[in-house]
């Protein structure tokens, strides 16, 4: 029998967990674009949708847009959850279906 596992009643296609308890549960990928990231450009950047949920002020987590190369450029701050952990993971709600 398979999970399902939902932030906020969306189901969740990828978890970034950080060092300091930060949390970002990827709900859909959007479209890509070219980024400008600290001044350098990012070209064919996937723009993801999702909730995030940072450890400084986790009372004001929200969906919103986040891109991967940011994601990947804060790597190894930062790593992907393998989904057999996303139930560990806070606010992450497991069915099975």
């Given at each position: 029998m398979e999970?399902?596992?939902t932030i906020q009643g969306e189901p969740i296609i990828e978890v970034y967990e950080?060092?300091?308890g930060s949390y970002w549960y990827i709900?859909?990928?959007?479209y890509k674009q070219d980024s400008i990231i600290g001044g350098k450009?990012?070209?064919?950047d996937q723009i993801l949708f999702g909730y995030a949920r940072l450890s400084v002020?986790?009372?004001?987590?929200?969906?919103?847009k986040i891109s991967e190369?940011?994601?990947n450029l804060l790597k190894p701050k930062i790593w992907k959850v393998p989904k057999t952990n996303w139930g560990l993971c806070?606010?992450?709600k497991v069915q099975k279906a």
């Open positions: 999970e399902k596992a950080s060092y300091d709900t859909e990928k959007l450009v990012f070209k064919d002020c986790p009372e004001f987590a929200e969906f919103g190369t940011e994601l806070p606010e992450v």
